[in-house]
């Protein structure tokens, strides 16, 4: 092994190091038997998990999370397969602007998003007597448009790699349009389609900066009652909502993968 390949190969090792190892802490924090950080800790036991369950603000920034990111991601996967379809099969004017502009919300920094939207919902709620921010509705278009960029993507790397020639056989032999693209085209997107709707949901369950800015009084998500929570308590009970929280978002990570490479777009 050459100096130059060891070096590359110890940087690699750090930097997997610098992003597992927190992670690893996390998830042996919540098993900690004491309330306290005590190293090493004098046992372990699974009742933190329990009291996460107990805890009211968990499970209602849960339930805001697990719906908002729900109909965010089906709303973004429709939009966005639409979108994919119409960009990739079809030349017209404005095609790049129209690419760039839907992909523009993933070079704009999630704070800067939240501002922005932020004052567009004032001005609505001003000029048309409808707080979006009052409820889930400012909180879901705020996530939908945090989401749809990756919809595109995905989807439209889906359809680049299909091959047109199943498509075109089906209309030589007289199927219509319709017929084609629900008995051909949407199989085909299948992958796609299903990559996209998990990874939007990953994406739109995990947010704090936008959501900080965006939930309405009364209401939390999950990373901002972890955030909260934190203000006040330091034990090994946020510990275990984020061990939940990075299985499940770590599981849905492998099936996006397992149906849509993720290396081909991130």
């Not at 603000?57 to 719906?67: A, D, E, K, P, W």
């Not at 939390?220 to 275990?240: C, G, K, S, V």
Request: contains cysteine; proline residues 5%; glycine residues 4%.
């Amino acid at each position: 092994m050459t100096l130059a390949k060891l070096f590359a190969s110890l940087f690699i090792a750090t930097v997997m190091a610098f992003l597992v190892i927190p992670v690893i802490f996390i998830v042996w924090v919540a098993f900690f038997d004491s309330a306290f950080l005590t190293f090493p800790p004098p046992g372990y036991t699974l009742k933190w998990f329990a009291e996460a369950v107990r805890t009211p603000v968990f499970l209602n920034g849960f339930m805001t999370s697990l719906i908002v990111a729900a109909i965010s991601s089906t709303i973004s996967v429709f939009c966005g397969a639409l979108a994919a379809i119409i960009l990739v099969r079809h030349q017209f004017w404005g095609r790049d602007a129209l690419n760039g502009l839907l992909l523009s919300p993933l070079i704009i920094p999630n704070i800067v998003l939240g501002i922005a939207l932020y004052i567009f919902f004032i001005a609505i709620a001003d000029t048309l007597a409808f707080d979006p921010i009052s409820s889930n509705v400012g909180l879901i278009i705020a996530h939908v448009m945090l989401v749809l960029p990756w919809a595109v993507r995905l989807i439209g790397a889906n359809l680049l790699g299909m091959d047109q020639s199943v498509e075109e056989a089906a209309r030589n032999l007289g199927a219509t349009s319709r017929t084609v693209f629900f008995r051909i085209s949407l199989p085909l997107m299948r992958g796609g389609i299903v990559a996209a709707a998990l990874f939007s949901f990953i994406i739109s369950f995990e947010n704090l900066e936008l959501s900080l800015l965006i939930v309405s009084p009364g209401r939390t998500t999950l990373p901002i009652a972890q955030m909260q929570y934190l203000e006040f308590n330091m034990d090994p009970t946020i510990a275990a909502v984020s061990t939940v929280q990075v299985v499940v978002i770590a599981a849905l990570l492998l099936i996006t993968d397992r149906f849509f490479k993720l290396s081909r777009i991130v």
